[in-house]
C-alpha cells in the first residue's frame, strides 16, 4: 500500500488499533450476506449450485456425463462462484454536514469513518465502492480493492467540500436502482431530511436485496443544546434563521431529538438495517471499534 501517512482521513497509528478486528470487521458485514462470500451469480468454482441444458458453445469439460447416463440429455454442471463482498459507502456532503461545535465536523468525522472502512475491506481484499451525495450524486467511484483503487479513494475524500441542500431519499431511490450486484451498503449521514421519504430509500436498498449499515452522525451540540444564552441559529442549506433562548427550550429539544433518533432506531430495525449513531465527540476508531465488538457479542 502507498505510504499512508500522507493522507489526511486515513491514520495508520488508528488502523494499527483496529488491526485485531480485522476479521472481525470482515465477520461484521459478511455474517449479513451469506456467510462466506457465495455470490448468487454462476461462474466456475468448487460448490456445485445447479444444472441447466447444453447450448451450443458451452465447454465440453463442464458435460454431467452422470446426468447424460441417467436422462440421455446433455446437462451443465453450474457452480456458486465465490467472490469477495462488495461493499459501496455512501457519505453525504451536504450542507449540514459542515457544523462542528468542536474540532471536527461531522463531514470529516465521516471522511475519517469512510476511509477506516475502506482499508478495513480493501485490505481483506474485499471490493468497495464509494458515493458522496447532497440532493444528487456528486461523485460515484465503483467498488475496487487494490492499492491504487484506495489511493484514489482516499484523495477524493481529501477533495470534498460541503455541498447545500439534502434530498436523501431521492438520491437512495436512484442508487438501489443502479449498484446491480448484491451486497453491502454503508451509509454515513446526519439523516436531516424527511424521515419517511429516507426511510423509502433506505429500504429500496433491502428490497434489492443489499444488506444495510447506518451511522448516524450526531455533533455533541445537536443531541444536548449546551448554549446558555440568546442565539440565532442560521440554517445551514438555506440560510433560514431563528433566534432562540436555549435555556428556555433545552428540555424540549432534547425530547425531541430522542424521538428522532428513536424513530431511526425502530424503522431501521423494523426493515433489518442495522443502526448506529455516531457521536462526533467519541473518536471514529473507538466508535468503529465498539460496534465491531458488539456485532461479535464481544
Known amino acids: 500500500m502507498a505510504k499512508a501517512s500522507r493522507y489526511k482521513y486515513f491514520q495508520p497509528q488508528q488502523a494499527s488499533r483496529l488491526g485485531k ?53 446433455y446437462y451443465i454442471k453450474q457452480f456458486e462462484q465465490e467472490t469477495n463482498l462488495r461493499t ?36 481483506q481484499q ?10 444528487a450524486a456528486r461523485f460515484r467511484m465503483p467498488p475496487g480493492s487494490t492499492p491504487a483503487h484506495l489511493d484514489e479513494l482516499f484523495k477524493r475524500l481529501e477533495g470534498i467540500q460541503p455541498g447545500k441542500l439534502t434530498r436523501i431519499g431521492p438520491v437512495f431511490h436512484d442508487l438501489a436502482e443502479q449498484i446491480h450486484k448484491r451486497g453491502l451498503v454503508i451509509i454515513v449521514s446526519d439523516l436531516y431530511d424527511d424521515p419517511k421519504e429516507v426511510m423509502r430509500g433506505l429500504r429500496h436498498f433491502v428490497h434489492k436485496k443489499h444488506q444495510v449499515i447506518l451511522f448516524h452522525v450526531m455533533d455533541r451540540a445537536e443531541l444536548d443544546l449546551p448554549f446558555n444564552q440568546l442565539l440565532t441559529f442560521v440554517d445551514m ?8 433562548d436555549p435555556k428556555m427550550v433545552r428540555d424540549s429539544y432534547k425530547e425531541q431529538v430522542q424521538q428522532f433518533l428513536a424513530q431511526y432506531r425502530r424503522d431501521c430495525a423494523d426493515s433489518g438495517i442495522e443502526y448506529v449513531v455516531a457521536a462526533t465527540d467519541t473518536p471514529y476508531d473507538v466508535m468503529l471499534r465498539g460496534y465491531l465488538a458488539r456485532r461479535q457479542g464481544k
Open 237 to 244: 442549506e438555506d440560510n433560514s434563521r431563528i433566534q432562540v
Open 126 to 135: 474485499d471490493m468497495v465502492g464509494f458515493v458522496a451525495f447532497d440532493e
Open 21 to 73: 478486528l480485522s476479521f472481525v470487521a470482515r465477520m461484521a458485514v459478511e455474517g449479513f450476506i451469506t456467510g462466506l462470500h457465495k455470490s448468487p451469480h454462476r461462474g466456475v468454482s468448487v460448490e456445485f449450485a445447479e444444472h441447466r441444458e447444453y447450448s451450443v458453445g458451452d465447454e465440453i469439460r463442464h458435460l454431467d456425463w452422470k446426468a447424460l447416463a441417467r436422462t440421455d440429455r
Open 88 to 123: 459501496h459507502i455512501l457519505l453525504d456532503v451536504s450542507g449540514s454536514m459542515d457544523y462542528a461545535s468542536g474540532d471536527v465536523t461531522k463531514l470529516e468525522y465521516g471522511c475519517y469513518l469512510t476511509a477506516m472502512m475502506a482499508y478495513l475491506m480493501a485490505r
